[in-house]
């Protein structure tokens, strides 16, 4: 036959045959072939479920698709984490003059943002540890091996505690990002109980940092006394790393 592969000889005619007996089994009187292969199907496969970020300019997207997916696929709360996300970003940038910290660690933030509950696709118990595990275990694109143990670590210290060499992923840090970890994991660990009734109360925040007290302005919507109760359960860490106490106050509130 003209333009047969010569390594599909053998396989025509228990292909013929199997095809023959299907149409025969379902009753089926004409059929219509493709000129295209599994190549093809492959190739529009990836067009459709392929993030458009992987063919960006922007370095970052890949990145940022990568984190993205990982929270898509362990169904995590997606309304909480942009809202703690928002939160944590604008606390970074209103506390800049305290913490010193630049545009990678700002990224680092964002991305522990994006995936701090993922672990509660696992268990709600001990969620933190399981996030740090699955952040470790995703293969994300765009990141460096160093990258990844940073953000499994920031992840694993979201929630309370100081921590401690005796981690085994903080111990393996740097002097330098055992300090960065701990600044960011504080504002997160901020942020996130700003959400803690998880209805985004909290719509945006200004920070007042004086030389022993940060004040956080915070403008609601609502009742935001659960908001306060879990930012104020969640502030020990940051009192520790930057040496002032923190304060939260509501300077405009909207009924709802």
Not at 11 to 37: C, E, H, K, N, R
Not at 82 to 87: E, F, K, S
């Amino acid at each position: 036959m003209p333009g047969l592969d010569e390594k599909r000889v053998e396989l025509l005619p228990a292909g013929s045959m199997l095809l023959v007996t299907a149409l025969d089994l379902f009753d089926v009187a004409t059929l219509t072939i493709s000129d295209w292969a599994l190549r093809e199907g492959i190739v529009l496969d990836a067009v459709v479920t392929h993030d458009p970020d992987d063919w960006s300019d922007d370095p970052r997207a890949l990145r940022r698709a990568s984190i993205s997916n990982l929270a898509r696929r362990c169904n995590s709360d997606e309304h909480h984490t942009a809202h703690v996300t928002r939160l944590a970003l604008r606390l970074f940038d209103a506390t800049q003059s305290l913490h010193g910290l630049g545009p990678a660690d700002r990224e680092m933030l964002e991305f522990a943002s994006m995936v701090h509950d993922i672990g509660q696709h696992v268990s709600p118990k001990g969620h933190h540890r399981h996030a740090a595990y699955l952040v470790e275990a995703a293969q994300l694109r765009g990141f460096a091996p160093s990258e990844v143990a940073f953000l499994a670590t920031l992840v694993r210290h979201h929630r309370r505690g100081d921590p401690k060499p005796s981690e085994a992923r903080f111990a393996a840090l740097s002097d330098e990002d055992r300090l960065r970890l701990r600044k960011l994991a504080a504002l997160l660990r901020v942020a996130d109980g700003l959400d803690r009734g998880r209805r985004g109360v909290v719509e945006d925040l200004t920070a007042d940092v004086g030389a022993d007290l940060v004040i956080l302005r915070l403008r609601v919507h609502g009742d935001a006394e659960l908001s306060l109760w879990g930012a104020r359960r969640r502030r020990d860490l940051f009192e520790q790393v930057f040496g002032r106490e923190i304060e939260f106050a509501v300077v405009a509130t909207q009924n709802v």
